[in-house]
């Protein structure tokens, strides 16, 4: 007798589909004793169902890109039924950063969001699939427009799970970094005096891409105060307007630098402590967006001018001896603030000098003119507190003394005209703590037409609550021995003949108390 097993079975890449019937029986055969077949008999049919596996798998499972901020960064994604049953998946999508991520059908599989796509909004799961079949996604990932995010990483993770079979789920991971372009000037604007008298002024503004992406179609202004003078620029700037100046910049790549300057000039006769602002913007192309930046503001602040001139009516008369020779003089206050102006003369002949305030500007000598007289132990008398750009008019009397000239001619007296300006440095309108160490400056000038003998000087008086510092008395290049200069509280310095056109400086260093 012999014995049979009977069956049958299919072979799916999933596994055997579900709802497949598997049956089976035995049988067996057998002979008399005789050796003839007689029959055979068989077994019942033992049958039974394949049930349903769900399994799934998303290709790829991870995707990395860069991308700049702003912009939308889209991933293809193919979501495959490895269960041996029909199946639909919910898609799920969690991003690291928050930030805003959408799932749609790629509908004619080619990896690009087409319109259609678009159209047909976003999904939430898959179509039914049959087993070993697959359905195409693509997850965009929405970057946020901040350059702040330069740098950064989003990791969103993508999940498909089996409605059949929660359990059952695959996942991706779609890794997005951040490289934009990153041009700061917050604090970037320097000048290279804050506190100008004469000179002009150089503005610095050093332009950074410190982002990952490249910055193009850079350009940078400078919209010029107008008490600012345009001078000169560096790297191809142009003076594009009167109060205006231009540069542009093809491109920045990441790590990138360069550095644009601006020269200008100062409006002269500002008064003391006059406050300008300056600053500068730029504005770049990083990827899809134009960016506008604003560099950090420098304000100037107009530093302290004492300057001063003297203009006669005339610069020769000629007297006999014992007479007076009047001379009407104009002496303007062209520094910056008001000041006190002391008023002197030195003549190549013994004269007498003397000098009336000329009240009522009439040009003439009354009774209410007022003789000038030295009131606070300066040298020289006192032509009052003259506010900055005002005038006032003095009369300048010259008496010649009765001596034995040339019987020929009578005597001509030409007279000597001194400017005479101080400058501080660190700027006095400025705060400055107590120990810091200023700078005086006294500039003089003999513009008249007569030489100065061995008696010219300069004085100024040490300032309240300072000391001289010792050993910094100068006149021109020369130290000056402080016991032959420091007298009463004032700087003295004897500089000897003056000629005409001739110049000089006396400078001197002290310290706030």
């Not at 009407?328 to 190549?348: F, P, R």
Request: proline share 4%; net charge negative; aromatic share 6%.
């Amino acid at each position: 007798m012999s014995l049979f097993f009977v069956g049958g079975e299919t072979a799916f890449g999933a596994g055997t589909p579900a709802g497949t019937v598997i049956s089976s029986r035995a049988f067996a055969t057998y002979t008399s004793l005789a050796g003839t077949q007689t029959d055979t008999v068989y077994s019942a049919y033992v049958t039974f169902l394949v049930s349903q596996l769900a399994a799934v798998n998303v290709v790829l499972p991870s995707l990395t890109r860069n991308s700049g901020d702003g912009l939308n960064v889209d991933y293809t994604l193919t979501v495959l039924n490895s269960g041996n049953g029909t199946d639909k998946f919910t898609l799920t999508r969690i991003s690291s950063k928050g930030w805003t991520t959408t799932a749609y059908h790629d509908i004619n599989a080619n990896g690009v969001l087409d319109a259609a796509d678009s159209l047909a909004g976003p999904i939430a799961a898959t179509d039914s699939l049959k087993a070993d079949s697959s359905y195409k996604i693509i997850v965009r990932v929405a970057v946020p427009n901040n350059e702040a995010l330069n740098g950064q990483r989003d990791s969103t993770t993508v999940n498909a799970v089996s409605q059949f079979d929660a359990s059952k789920s695959a996942a991706s991971i779609l890794q997005t970094n951040v490289q934009s372009a990153v041009i700061d000037i917050s604090s970037s604007l320097t000048v290279d005096n804050a506190a100008p008298t004469t000179t002009p002024i150089t503005f610095t503004l050093s332009v950074t891409n410190s982002g990952l992406g490249t910055a193009s179609n850079i350009l940078v202004t400078n919209k010029l105060d107008a008490r600012f003078s345009y001078v000169s620029s560096t790297n191809g700037g142009v003076h594009s307007a009167a109060d205006s100046v231009r540069w542009t910049i093809a491109g920045l790549a990441t790590g990138g630098s360069t550095s644009l300057s601006v020269t200008v000039s100062v409006q002269s006769s500002l008064l003391s402590g006059t406050i300008i602002p300056n600053g500068m913007a730029v504005s770049y192309d990083d990827g899809n967006y134009h960016r506008n930046k604003n560099s950090n503001i420098v304000n100037i602040g107009i530093g302290n001018i004492y300057t001063v001139s003297l203009a006669p009516d005339s610069i020769s008369s000629s007297k006999e001896p014992d007479d007076s020779v009047k001379y009407y003089l104009t002496v303007k206050n062209t520094g910056n603030l008001k000041d006190v102006i002391e008023l002197s003369a030195v003549s190549s002949q013994p004269l007498t000098w003397k000098f009336i305030r000329d009240v009522n500007n009439n040009h003439i000598i009354d009774g209410g003119d007022i003789p000038l007289t030295n009131t606070n132990a300066h040298a020289g008398v006192d032509v009052d507190s003259v506010a900055a750009g005002d005038s006032v008019h003095v009369f300048g009397l010259a008496i010649l003394p009765m001596v034995q000239f040339d019987q020929t001619k009578d005597a001509t007296t030409n007279i000597p005209v001194v400017d005479v300006a101080i400058s501080v440095s660190p700027v006095a309108s400025l705060q400055q703590p107590p120990g810091a160490e200023l700078t005086y400056t006294i500039s003089y000038l003999n513009k008249g037409h007569a030489d100065i003998d061995t008696s010219f000087s300069v004085s100024a008086r040490i300032p309240d609550s300072t000391r001289i510092v010792l050993g910094s008395v100068k006149l021109g290049a020369s130290s000056v021995p402080d016991s032959a200069v420091v007298k009463n509280g004032s700087v003295i310095v004897k500089t000897g003949a003056l000629k005409q056109s001739t110049s000089g400086t006396v400078e001197f260093k002290v310290k706030i108390k």
